[in-house]
């Protein structure tokens, strides 16, 4: 995985424990222990953690590698593309072993198995959004086979998965250079950063997503669309709030 996709997703992450109260105290896992929890290097962690800290969501603690949340992303009405003609250019379908943070968004054990599908989604040719799923067993084997086509929602109907209630958060964000790239766009220019769940009929959560569009091409409707840090010693952050 390419350092740039890796810092954004394991920032995504981080930003999706800290807006769904995942830490507790505020206190997020050390920097040894997010490369650990994430098989992620030194790098990509200061780098993730150096992203929060621009967007005012983490603020060094005294420990060295230690940081805090400090505040929790906005919650703005949900978005869903409005163009009729849409394509999907996949960037990554992996298994992982799900890192703490996001194991507690799907509501189980950390390592759990589950799929990584990444792709951006065109719209007229152009980009309009990139999209991260992490879905769990058994549904993650139902669409292994299946090719993508023009987006999430065909891609489940292809594979003959029901989705009952889909929950998101929406939010507006500086694009980070990963994904000003991906979208074709300047770094620091805003964007819609989407978080949603998905449940099966059962109520089961068995889907988690970030999505980052570009405001344009989103209006409101129903989901689905959506350094270390400054003056701390590397890997201690804490949510800022």
């Known amino acids: 995985m390419s350092q740039p996709h890796e810092v954004r997703r ?21 920097e040894g222990e997010l490369m650990v929890g994430f098989g992620a290097s030194r790098s ?4 993730a953690l150096s992203l929060l800290h621009d967007e005012g969501l983490v603020s060094p603690l005294t420990a060295p590698g230690t940081f805090r949340a400090v505040r929790q992303p906005r919650t703005l009405p949900a978005v869903v593309p409005t163009a009729a ?3 999907t250019r996949l ?5 992982i072993a799900a890192p703490a943070p996001l194991a507690a968004w799907l509501g189980v054990p950390a390592g759990a198995p589950c799929l990584r599908i990444e792709f951006v989604t ?18 993650a084997a139902e669409l292994l086979g299946i090719p993508m086509r023009d987006g999430w929602r065909t891609l489940l109907d292809d594979a003959g998965l029901a989705t009952a209630r889909t929950e998101a958060e929406v939010d ?3 694009a980070d250079p990963s994904v000003a790239e991906l979208l074709g766009v300047r770094p620091g220019s805003t964007v ?5 769940t998905a449940s099966d009929p059962d109520g089961r959560v068995f889907e988690a997503a970030v999505l980052r569009m570009r405001p344009g091409d ?6 689905h669309p959506p350094g270390p840090c400054s003056g701390a010693a590397p890997g201690d952050c804490r949510a800022a709030g």
């Open 10 to 30: 394991l920032r995504d992450l981080l930003r999706a424990a800290i807006a769904g109260g995942r830490f507790p105290d505020g206190r997020l896992p050390g």
């Open 122 to 139: 065109e719209v007229d040719g152009e980009p309009t959004a990139v999209e991260t799923h992490y879905v769990l067993q058994p549904e």
């Open 218 to 223: 989103a209006a409101p409707g129903d989901p």
């Open 192 to 196: 819609l950063a989407v978080e949603q």
């Open 85 to 87: 003609s849409v394509h």
């Open 172 to 174: 507006h964000l500086p």
């Open 91 to 95: 960037l990554d379908r992996t298994g």
């Open 44 to 47: 990509a962690v200061r780098g």
